[in-house]
């Protein structure tokens, strides 16, 4: 599943980014790495944007970047283990 396919309030973890080399760098500098959990506080009308918190930060990214960040939305095992 992508980002971008899931809606507010919903909790996923980052399972594999599917993009270039320099956003991908970019993107787990700013803290997408696998295993990571993501929280969606906010996603805009037709999904142009999405307000995420990961690891106590929170951002903004656009939709089309949304899509290249596969999650799953069933790990909770992670949760009990934090």
Excluded at 5 to 29: M, Q
Excluded at 36 to 53: D, T, Y
């Amino acid at each position: 599943m992508r980002l971008n396919e899931l809606t507010s309030g919903k909790i996923c973890f980052v399972n594999k980014i599917h993009t270039e080399p320099k956003l991908k760098r970019r993107l787990y500098e700013l803290g997408f790495v696998p295993n990571a959990m993501i929280e969606i506080i906010n996603v805009s009308p037709m999904a142009k944007a999405f307000l995420l918190k990961i690891q106590g930060s929170i951002f903004a990214i656009r939709g089309e970047i949304a899509q290249k960040i596969e999650v799953d939305v069933n790990d909770y095992s992670l949760l009990v283990s934090s």
